[in-house]
């Protein structure tokens, strides 16, 4: 018997005009795990969370959360859930302090909860007395964040949670999803950064144009990922390559006498998800 599932779909599809949207989505998600769903903008990431959270409706197949059909399950099933949308839009006219005990009230959330999220990520608590309005693109994903944690969730749903984050929040925020994992909660984690994804996910799935072309354990990713090598040679111009396969072929590559200098850095995005497709690889 297999590990219980946070998130389980079966065929689940949504299609848009001209045939984009998500087709045929297999996916399960276990519980306690952080799981990292990548993909370009576009890709059918947030179409994906709209389905999970019954705020679209599928043109085909079913998913659950938490044991519960998504389908029915309303403010029950949403109760259990932090999420924090790629397209966040909060009340512009109230204060941040009337933000946080609204939602507050909503989740049943303990007292000071969102305010400790937020000391940690290096929000100014005295920011809370202004309006959302005058808050920066980061000073209200912040409080996205806060919203989503405050509760202490079952399951967190991310839809690219870092955008307008500065690095030294973005490590913060990221140390607060690798907590939660080791209290036993489950992350689902959207994003198009690999680099967040590498850095925090048990395991990952690539989505291409609305079809999930890869699932797999971070470390076997990380074996696979193919890495873009620059070299700079004595009287040449410098050359760039992208190298997957063995690193000690790559070293071997790399014993050159006229060699200068060399940088070997994680692929592209865009060159990644041209090598999945164009490669066939499997789930």
Do not use: C
């Not at 980061?138 to 509760?151: C, K, T, V």
């Not at 074996?223 to 040449?236: A, I, N, Q, S």
Request: aromatic share 6%.
């Amino acid at each position: 018997m297999g590990k219980p599932l946070a998130i389980e779909t079966s065929g689940l599809t949504a299609l848009f005009s001209g045939g984009q949207g998500l087709k045929n989505l297999d996916l399960a998600v276990e519980r306690g795990e952080i799981f990292g769903f990548l993909g370009q903008n576009g890709a059918g990431k947030t179409t994906t969370i709209r389905l999970l959270l019954d705020l679209l409706r599928p043109d085909a197949g079913h998913a659950s959360v938490l044991g519960m059909p998504v389908r029915g399950s309303g403010g029950e099933l949403r109760r259990r859930i932090g999420f924090l949308p790629s397209d966040l839009a909060l009340l512009p006219d109230l204060r941040g302090a009337e933000v946080l005990a609204l939602f507050r009230g909503l989740y049943g959330a303990p007292l000071g909860a969102a305010e400790a999220v937020l000391e940690r990520l290096g929000f100014l608590l005295s920011a809370l007395r202004r309006r959302v309005r005058t808050y920066s693109t980061g000073m209200r994903q912040m409080l996205g964040i806060a919203l989503a944690f405050q509760h202490d969730p079952e399951l967190y749903i991310l839809d690219e949670p870092t955008t307008g984050l500065d690095p030294v929040v973005r490590a913060s925020f990221l140390q607060l999803v690798r907590e939660v994992k080791s209290r036993g909660r489950t992350v689902f984690l959207s994003s198009h950064v690999l680099a967040e994804i590498e850095a925090t996910a048990d395991r990952v799935g690539f989505i291409f144009a609305g079809e999930l072309k890869l699932v797999s354990e971070v470390s076997e990713l990380r074996r696979r990922l193919p890495k873009r090598v620059e070299l700079r040679r004595l009287g040449r111009p410098p050359e760039s390559f992208v190298f997957e396969g063995d690193p000690r072929e790559l070293l071997r590559k790399l014993d050159q006498p006229d060699l200068l200098d060399f940088e070997v850095a994680p692929a592209s995005l865009d060159e990644i998800f041209r090598r999945f497709t164009e490669g066939g690889a499997s789930r």
